[in-house]
């Protein structure tokens, strides 16, 4: 920890949040007059020809990325796995937890310079040889908070702190060793986000003596608002952009959120929003047509699935899904697909390599036939399938065990072989409380509300309890899960994240 929190990186840190925390503070207050559509004002932006810079070589090829916490073992697994990235992910897949934050930070450390490894008293883990992903660190967005590192008397910027001691310690030997500080940005709105990180980006390099554009971003489209705002976000970026990614999870997430009293807006069950939806192929293809168009990466989104070592029946039905997906997005144009787990690695490569053939991506894949409208991003009504008491039910009972995982210090949680993270268990939440507000009725006839939900409960946590013992019950946190899922489920008022919620509950 000392290396990592050292006198200097720590100054680095609070001249970053001097600089530019009073201008993330307005840009959260500005969230609040959010509208929802192509911004009139930027269309000399996207009328106009410009292109973001050519990758560097390592960014180039990026037909597999692989997502995951920067938990130790992870990360060697991650470096291991034989695929083209890596996201590090500091964000949703991680608890801001501070022994976390600076554990994370110390296994990239170590990662970048290849000494990592890890012992335990079942095996010893380490690298195996190469070669090896390239890292794209993933920060926490704009809207986190770090009171473990207050400069003057406030708490930091999470983002800032990530961003700043991951640059600070790694940037010049990543530089050496022939790859670059390279990231992925998430959870943002608009293109004047996207402008403040590019205004921090350029302010690192210049302080550090790293020549500017050396640091390449890759940012995830998972709002509504920023699906309206892609070309703006990608110009907003340009010295430093790499490309955009389908974050469709937080993306689902963000159209329950904005519309969560408008009842033409009420989405099905989880399990029944696919990628087919017409409001969710308006937004990949607007995704892609976009990317291509200025020479930027269109990245898929993720395969949650986690194969199981037990049940050959349930992996031949999940990986006949995720094949289904990868197909989709490969013929769609996407440069590249996420997988959550080493075992998709071969699977999501095989198909890419098919579509990409001796090509390292799809750049040259443009979409003229591409026209999408406000209207169709918005189309949530045409979505197929119906609200049912399993859905409901699931989502309770996702929710309850990711946050009491959560509450542990694990933002990464495998569930019914589904790797769930805070992207999911905020669909999980905000499902129900949408559904709970507009008076939505099972196939049944039965509303849904409270007490309803409150008797899900009873009985999920009753067979969990019965499941793992209780033993491993009294030693859990479900009671402290149950408190904060009732607050971001149950509540009047809507929490805008479930994670900000949390953050006092952790140490």
Request: hydrophobic share 40%; net charge negative.
């Amino acid at each position: 920890m000392t290396e990592i929190l050292s006198d200097e990186a720590v100054a680095f840190v609070a001249d970053l949040n001097r600089r530019f925390r009073p201008r993330r503070n307005e840009l959260l207050e500005a969230r609040q007059q959010r509208r929802f559509g192509f911004l009139p004002e930027t269309a000399d932006i996207r009328a106009a020809e410009w292109s973001a810079p050519p990758a560097p070589a390592d960014l180039r090829d990026r037909r597999v990325e692989i997502t995951g916490p920067t938990e130790r073992k992870m990360t060697i697994n991650a470096l291991n796995s034989g695929a083209k990235v890596w996201l590090a992910d500091l964000e949703d897949a991680n608890t801001p937890h501070w022994q976390n934050v600076v554990d994370g930070q110390q296994n990239l450390h170590d990662a970048i310079r290849r000494t990592i490894s890890l012992k335990t008293e079942a095996k010893t883990y380490e690298l195996a040889g190469g070669p090896y992903p390239t890292i794209v660190m993933r920060p926490r967005g704009w809207h986190l908070d770090e009171r473990h590192l207050p400069v003057d008397g406030e708490p930091a910027v999470g983002a800032l702190v990530d961003f700043g001691l991951y640059f600070f310690h790694n940037a010049k030997e990543l530089v050496e060793r022939g790859s670059g500080p390279y990231f992925y940005l998430p959870k943002m709105e608009s293109h004047k986000e996207a402008a403040l990180w590019n205004d921090v980006f350029t302010y690192a390099q210049e302080t550090l003596g790293i020549p500017v554009g050396t640091i390449r971003a890759t940012v995830l489209i998972e709002t509504i608002p920023a699906a309206f705002e892609m070309e703006e976000i990608l110009y907003a970026l340009r010295p430093h952009i790499s490309g955009l990614n389908a974050g469709r999870w937080d993306y689902l997430f963000s159209i329950i959120k904005y519309f969560r009293d408008d009842p033409s807006m009420i989405l099905p069950d989880r399990a029944s929003v696919t990628m087919t939806a017409p409001f969710m192929r308006a937004y990949t293809e607007l995704l892609v047509s976009t990317c291509h168009r200025r020479g930027a990466f269109a990245m898929g989104g993720m395969a949650a699935f986690i194969p199981s070592r037990r049940d050959p029946q349930v992996n031949e039905v999940a990986l006949a899904k995720v094949r289904e997906d990868k197909e989709r997005e490969a013929g769609d144009g996407f440069d590249g697909s996420w997988v959550a787990h080493p075992d998709l690695v071969p699977v999501c490569q095989e198909i890419f390599d098919r579509v990409l053939g001796d090509g390292p991506n799809q750049l040259a894949k443009q979409r003229p036939d591409v026209q999408v409208t406000a209207e169709q991003l918005l189309d949530v009504a045409s979505t197929p399938g119906e609200v049912t008491e399993k859905g409901l039910r699931s989502n309770v009972s996702v929710a309850l065990q990711y946050l009491e995982a959560w509450l542990r210090g694990n933002g990464a949680v495998a569930i019914n072989n589904l790797m769930e993270d805070a992207a999911t268990a905020e669909i999980s939440r905000s499902q129900v409380w949408q559904w709970i507000h507009n008076g939505v009725r099972l196939p049944d006839g039965t509303e849904i509300t409270a007490d309803l939900v409150g008797r899900i409960e009873d009985e999920e946590l009753a067979a969990i309890r019965e499941k793992i013992g209780d033993e491993a019950w009294t030693a859990s946190r479900f009671d402290d899960a149950r408190k904060l899922f009732e607050r971001v489920a149950l509540a009047d008022d809507f929490a805008d994240f479930l994670t900000t919620a949390a953050y006092d509950s952790i140490d």
